[in-house]
């Protein structure tokens, strides 16, 4: 792997980009190939080769595998090293991606000198660099080459290496494990080792780490890991329980049921038989998900055999969700009558059980608003939302309104429905729940969309589709795809809606409401697409088949899009049963929607001479529906009915509407949406030419007639459609349409204006067979000229001196008057021309034929080509006339695109510039915080700042931390108080002890002393075996005791007594334990003040706190906030696995500005917040989600709050509490998270401020509807 020379990043990246692919890989596989390969040319060679197999896929995570030749030479490197150099790089490999020196060099078992030895070896033979995150840090030069050094030591050395890192690690492992990232490190270590029994007690929380992480993919390889150390029945059921649900929010429904097959084997049941209830509901739950209906509907039957029914209230949960699902079974088969009786039976077993009630009013609005049962459904929903918020979680209270934004989408008021959405989406981004998150966005985008909105609708679905192909099921995915179809549609990208339509018609399903969304969205392609004959078959075929097992909801859509498909080509008839259906469908439906399809209806059916009695209501409420897309429908086919009926008058003014409708929406959407619509935009008349075009997609009544004479006029788009449609000579014929399409693909793919603009002329010089021509564009700047504001951008076969003579100015002459009538200008012969004859340079230069377009974008000029040929006359024919005009209108569409791209490109580059100089500020400030920290004892790595404030708090902690002397810190919550304890207790001599924490609010008084002191077996209920204390476990070193002042007076004499005797006595034992600890305790809470007021010990106090360090709260040192917000961007990228963005200066001022009553807690969470939403990009102002702060109270403070700062601090604190309440409507995990505390302190402090806690009484207590 060493032959050739080693490449820099930038040349490893131009020899990948340089290969000759059809298809080039994306710029982050490119960044990944890089950084694997290291610069070895041979493993970017490997890397292309994997690349083109997987069609440059992303690359799994873990070891790759070399070819043999690679390895083999890999192995010999690896032989040729030391023995020292050797251990050194086992040691890395056994820690994983990275390694700190420091840590390292603890573990080296040999001289310092041999291991500074083998770092040189190593280094100088290119086998490590330095790891971005510093330069204590080392890692591989070449990651693709680690599973192969894996193999390379001896298996005992490795294990070695492994129980090195495993023994160091455990150290400062708390007794009890955690699902934390320390746990995932541990367990590693532990499997690498071969410790059986810790490589279970911590892979079961590293699992459970990254189920808490949404991360079910890395959670699931835990498991399998886990599963060949399962010795008992016990464990293996307990791994097969956890994995199967895991398996079934992945989608892998069959590997699901599996699962949970191997589950019931080893799980043991008893009478109630509960364990196969579980089993059954399960697996049938399972094949419901895999559209599996029989084997799911028998399933879901046998779980109400087990019991009976209502028998045994532990089975009840289970039957009610049993027969919940088989009500969607009986309504996805038709069966509306089966369906709500299933769910009658279901209410009674929900019982109490607000989730369980909720579902099944969920299901039963589900069920009635696919009847088109608006009133009941929306009981059902009211009452879904009023059980769901008895809950009290936010998932499911999302669910609700997510519901009620569905009942209102459907009935019309689409604005009342993106209200509603907006609420499900902030409840389900608070509950955390990311595939609610991701499925209630895909909604918002379909709310969008029928608001006319679509740049917010496509923004929408590119983040719902990122959440939903990891999170979602296969429903979700089917789902997303067919909205994308019709999407693709409205937006003018028919063949994309095509491609998605044929891809979904391969997949199986045994609904019949699938495959009748599928023959709707179908339908109404095909009158999009004009082919209207083609839609009509399509939606009598589907309406035939599925008509009668369809909800009334779906039939009335098939049957709307017939009705359409029948009224355009004039076939629709009163006697027409299609119209009867829907009709029927429509009777005695209410709202701003359905009475308007009523009367379109009406009037579509209606003879000539009932129509205008009919069509001034059905203009009326036309005006009132907020359905762009209806309205457009409506329309344009009451528009041709009109004009079937020799109504032409109307007809035409309804058409001139229908074009000034689809033009604002068209002009509402962004650039490239816009750019889309405007491919297929509606003729500019309703004449014969447009119902011939319609006629022509009829295969059955299509003629082929006689050629016509060209027009002397440039023909109107509907004509040039018709002839292209009929084959006639001056359209296009089908090469130059391929042409022109190929051409228009090109330039649509560019961004740079001069390659377009280069592309453009050559074309249509190749194209027409001009022998000269230009092209010029308006540029106000431009120096005076021939046409004042415009220059000559791109010329062929014209020289410099020809473009300055009389030339010029009779080409100039044919642009003007081209740009000024805003059409073609075509001289067959410029000699005979009545025009340009008399001009001396047309007999001088002998000009013949002359052609000029205009580029011309909604109504506004800008620019033009021009052709010629000198020598021969009636050099353009027809059809490149025909070329050159549709040719110009894509050409002034990718101009515009350029010049906004380019807009763009400088807005962009503004504000990177403006970036830049903060992080310019922030390299300052960085550098002088680094001379300011030169001067201290010590180095605090970990406490960022650099203020007046953190520089007196350092030379505090400079003088106390390497004494013994108790240490207490004081700050407010969030300010870092554990930062500045682990700072202490590592800068200090016992940094080679263990550092221990704990919380006194988190544990309950009966289990702190337990916890701090140890026990006995036996000293109390389940004590089953000895358990030493924190005090024991953190002997030699320091514990960190954090909210001491919520300790019970009880629990502060028995600490008292510790610390005078410097011994502790477990709870049940006779002889005490000494100890040796370095005491360290913190509190947001004044400790003096609760000894003045007799609620903190006064003795405990002075021994605790030898020296106070008091943290400034961030708003009091301002200064630091650039400094925090690049560290803390800086770790939420690595920890959340987020993009690292760069910060604006306006947001910078919002964020200096903001008081911060959560202080550094809550900065944080908001710039993880930021980030999420900035996906790599620059955080802005408006992404940065601060509350309001609170507005300063009418009244001044009490004279008793006056006069005492600290009964004012308390009273702020209340304040604060109340008025969060109050802005999140009591979601108390919403008012812990915004001001930076947890939710047991929070209670702890409604307690102490004598704030209720129960929703009712607080909600009165508020002054706010519970």
């Known amino acids: 792997t060493r032959e050739l020379p080693e490449l820099s990043p930038a040349q490893s990246e131009t020899l990948l980009r340089s290969a000759p692919l059809e298809s080039p890989p994306s710029d982050d596989w490119i960044r990944q190939a890089t950084q694997a390969a290291g610069g070895i040319p041979l493993l970017l060679i490997e890397a292309l080769r994997r690349g083109l197999a997987s069609d440059f896929a992303p690359e799994p995570e873990g070891p790759e595998a070399l070819p043999e030749r690679l390895a083999e030479s890999c192995r010999r490197r690896w032989r040729d090293l030391s023995a020292g150099a050797q251990r050194w790089l086992t040691l890395l490999l056994a820690r994983g991606d990275f390694a700190e020196l420091g840590e390292l060099r603890e573990l080296w078992p040999r001289e310092a000198g041999e291991f500074e030895a083998a770092l040189f070896a190593l280094e100088s033979q290119g086998w490590l660099r ?108 307990l791994l097969q329980g956890s994995m199967a649900p895991l398996l079934y929010r992945l989608g892998r429904l069959d590997e699901a049921r599996l699962a949970y097959e191997r589950w019931f084997e080893d799980r043991p049941d008893d009478e109630t038989r509960l364990q196969y209830l579980k089993f059954l509901f399960y697996t049938a739950m399972v094949d419901f998900a895999a559209h599996r209906s029989e084997a799911a509907r028998a399933g879901f039957e046998a779980c109400l055999r087990v019991g009976p029914v209502g028998r045994r209230a532990a089975h009840h949960p289970y039957h009610a969700r049993a027969l919940n699902f088989l009500a969607a079974l009986a309504r996805r088969a038709g069966k509306a009558e089966a369906a709500r009786g299933l769910l009658d039976r279901a209410a009674p077993l929900a019982g109490l059980d607000p989730l369980l009630a909720g579902d099944v009013a969920q299901r039963r609005g589900e069920l009635e608003l696919g009847q088109l049962r608006f009133g009941p459904a929306l009981a059902h929903f009211r009452a879904c939302r009023e059980a769901f918020a008895r809950s009290g979680q936010a998932q499911a209270e999302a669910v609700a309104q997510h519901l009620l934004a569905l009942w209102a989408r459907d009935f019309g008021r689409p604005r009342e429905a993106r209200v509603l959405m907006e609420r499900a989406l902030r409840l389900s981004r608070e509950s955390g729940a990311i595939l609610q998150w991701g499925r209630t966005l895909e909604n918002r985008a ?109 039939r009335l859509a098939l049957t709307w899009a017939l009705c359409r498909s029948l009224a355009t080509q004039g076939k629709l ?28 209806l009406a009037c579509w059916a209606a003879e000539a001479a009932e129509i205008p009695q009919k069509l001034p209501s059905l203009l009326e409420a036309l005006r009132e529906v907020e359905l762009p897309a209806l309205r457009l429908e409506i329309l344009q086919t009451t528009a041709l009915v009109l004009a079937r009926r020799e109504l032409r008058g109307a007809a035409a003014r309804l058409w001139r509407d229908y074009c000034n409708e689809w033009r604002r929406l068209c002009a509402a959407q962004p650039e490239v949406l816009r750019m889309d619509m405007q491919k297929n935009p509606p003729p500019e008349s309703l004449d014969a030419e447009l119902l011939e075009l319609l006629d022509a997609s009829q295969p059955e009544t299509a003629t082929a007639p006689p050629p016509a004479a060209p027009a002397k006029s440039g023909p109107s788009p509907a004509a040039t459609a018709v002839r292209a449609a009929k ?21 649509a793919g560019k961004h740079d204006l001069g390659e377009i603009l280069e592309r453009v002329m050559d074309a249509a010089i190749e194209f027409t067979g001009a022998e000269r021509g230009f092209l010029i564009l308006e540029n106000p700047a ?62 001088q230069y002998q000009l013949k034929s002359i052609l000029a377009v205009p580029l011309e974008l909604e109504g506004k000029v800008l620019g033009a080509i021009y052709l010629d040929h000198r020598y021969a006359p009636n050099a353009f024919r027809d059809e490149d006339i025909v070329f050159l005009g549709a040719f110009a209108a894509q050409a002034a569409l990718a101009v515009q695109k350029a010049r906004l791209i380019a807009e763009l490109r ?82 200090s001599s016992r940094k080679k002890g263990p550092y221990v924490t704990i919380n006194c609010s988190a544990i309950p008084e009966t289990l702190l002393e337990s916890e701090l002191f140890g026990h006995k077996r036996g000293a109390f209920t389940h004590a089953d075996r000895d358990k030493p204390g924190l005090f024991e476990a953190a002997d030699g070193g320091t514990l960190f005791m954090d909210e001491v002042a919520d300790m019970s007076m009880n629990m502060q004499v028995k600490l008292l007594r510790v610390l005078q005797d410097g011994e502790v006595r477990p709870v049940g034992a006779n002889k005490p334990v000494k100890i040796d600890v370095r005491l360290v305790t913190a509190s947001n809470q004044d400790l003096q003040q609760l000894v003045d007021e007799e609620k903190f010990r006064r003795d405990l106090f002075f021994r605790i706190n030898g020296i106070t360090v008091r943290l400034p709260p961030l708003r009091e040192r301002k200064e630091d906030i650039p400094l925090l917000v690049n560290h803390l961007i800086q770790k939420l990228a690595k920890t959340f696995k987020l993009e690292p963005c760069k910060v604006s200066e306006e947001a910078y001022e919002k964020l200096v500005a903001y008081p911060w009553p959560g202080n550094i807690r809550q900065l944080e969470s908001v710039l993880r917040n930021a980030m999420l939403f900035a996906q790599g990009k620059a955080i802005t102002a408006p992404l940065l989600n601060l509350p309001a702060p609170a507005e300063p109270r009418a009244a001044g403070p009490s004279a008793s709050a006056a006069g005492n700062p600290k009964a004012q601090e308390r009273a702020e604190e209340r304040r604060l509490i109340l008025e969060s309440l109050r802005r999140h409507r009591m979601n108390k995990p919403a008012v812990a998270e915004e001001l930076g505390i947890t939710l047991r302190c929070l209670y702890l402090r409604m307690d102490r401020h004598k704030i209720p806690k129960g929703k009712t009484v607080l909600a009165k207590y508020l002054g706010i509807s519970a």
């Open 727 to 747: 084959g006639e000579p001056s359209g296009l014929s089908e090469r130059r349409f391929r042409q022109f399409s190929e051409i228009s693909r090109q330039i």
């Open 446 to 554: 379909l709310i969008a969309t029928d608001l006319g909105d679509y740049g917010a609708a496509w923004a929408d679905r590119e983040r719902a589709e990122k959440v939903l192909e990891v999170y979602g099921t296969a429903e979700d995915l089917r789902l997303l795809r067919l909205h994308r179809a019709e999407f693709f549609a409205l937006t003018g990208e028919l063949r994309g809606a095509d491609e998605l339509l044929r891809r979904l018609e391969t997949e199986p399903s045994d609904a019949p409401a699938w495959k009748a969304e599928l023959a709707l969205r179908r339908g109404e392609l095909a009158l999009r697409q004009n082919k209207v004959v083609a839609a009509e078959v399509r939606l009598r075929q589907a309406f035939a088949e599925v008509g009668a097992a369809a909800e009334p909801k779906t």
């Open 130 to 237: 330095h790891d971005a995150e510093g330069p204590q840090r080392r890692t591989l030069a070449q990651p693709s080459l680690r599973a192969t050094l894996l193999r390379c030591p001896e298996p005992g050395a490795l294990r070695e290496a492994h129980r090195a890192w495993l023994d160091r690690l455990l150290k400062n492992a708390p007794a009890l494990p955690q699902p934390d990232a320390r746990a995932v490190e541990i367990a590693a270590q532990a499997f690498g080792a071969g410790d059986a029994a810790l490589a279970k007690t911590w892979g079961l929380k590293a699992a459970e780490y990254f189920e808490a992480r949404e991360e079910p993919e890395a959670a699931l390889a835990w498991y399998r890991r886990l599963l060949p150390l399962a010795a008992s029945p016990e464990d293996r059921y």
């Open 782 to 843: 431009a120096p005076k000229g021939p046409l004042p504001g415009y220059e000559v951008k791109t010329a062929r076969h014209f020289n410099q001196k020809t473009l300055a003579g009389e030339d010029l100015q009779i080409s100039m002459t044919a642009v003007r008057q081209a740009m000024d009538q805003g059409s073609t200008l075509l001289t067959a012969n410029a000699q005979l021309d009545e025009r340009l004859k008399t001009k001396k340079s047309v007999v």
């Open 906 to 987: 400088q807005a962009n580059a503004k504000l990177e510039e403006k970036v830049e100089s903060q992080e310019q500020r922030i390299a300052v400030l960085s550098d002088e915080l680094a001379q300011v920290r030169d001067e201290l004892r010590y180095g605090y790595d970990e406490i960022i700042g650099q203020s007046p404030r953190m520089m007196e708090l350092f030379h505090v902690l400079d003088r106390v931390t390497d004494t013994l002397i108790p240490v207490w810190i004081f700050g407010e919550s969030g300010t870092g108080k554990e930062l500045v304890a682990r700072s202490l207790h590592q800068n």
């Open 573 to 600: 008839g009163k006697r027409e049963s299609a119209l009867a259906a829907a009709l029927q469908l429509l009777e005695n439906l209410e709202g701003p929607l359905y009475p308007l399809m009523r009367r379109a």
